[in-house]
């Protein structure tokens, strides 16, 4: 069974960092893209970010090019976003993601709150 357990979130002011991690297992991690996607309060899902298999290979969203930072530890099994410069507009829960035989796999987020 996939299981992902999103962590790192919490509450943090404007210009504030956090790190997030998504520890899986389940699969066999380093044959997966990975995603991040987020949920502002009362909105529907955004994407945020994505790595490709190896890691050599990263895509952001507009919104956060420059301040979030996608990774993994294949060697852990782990996908990390090292989030820089919060905005308040950067609240929202967010989720690591995979697609596993053509069905997507996410855990239970993980809350950031930015702000004053």
């Known amino acids: 069974q996939v299981q992902l357990v999103e962590s790192g979130g919490g509450l943090v002011q404007p210009g504030g960092s956090l790190r997030l991690a998504c520890p899986a297992s389940?699969?066999?991690?380093?044959?997966?893209?990975m995603h991040w996607v987020r949920q502002p309060p009362g909105k529907g899902l955004e994407w945020v970010s994505s790595i490709n298999r190896g890691g050599g290979t990263t895509y952001y969203t507009d919104s956060v090019k420059g301040r979030f930072t996608i990774s993994r530890d294949n060697a852990k099994n782990t996908l990390y976003l090292q989030m820089n410069n919060l905005k308040p507009d950067d609240t929202a829960l967010y989720y690591c993601l995979t697609f596993v035989e053509w069905a997507g796999r996410w855990g239970q987020g993980t809350q950031v709150t930015v702000s004053s």
């Open positions: 389940g699969l066999t991690f380093s044959s997966y893209m």
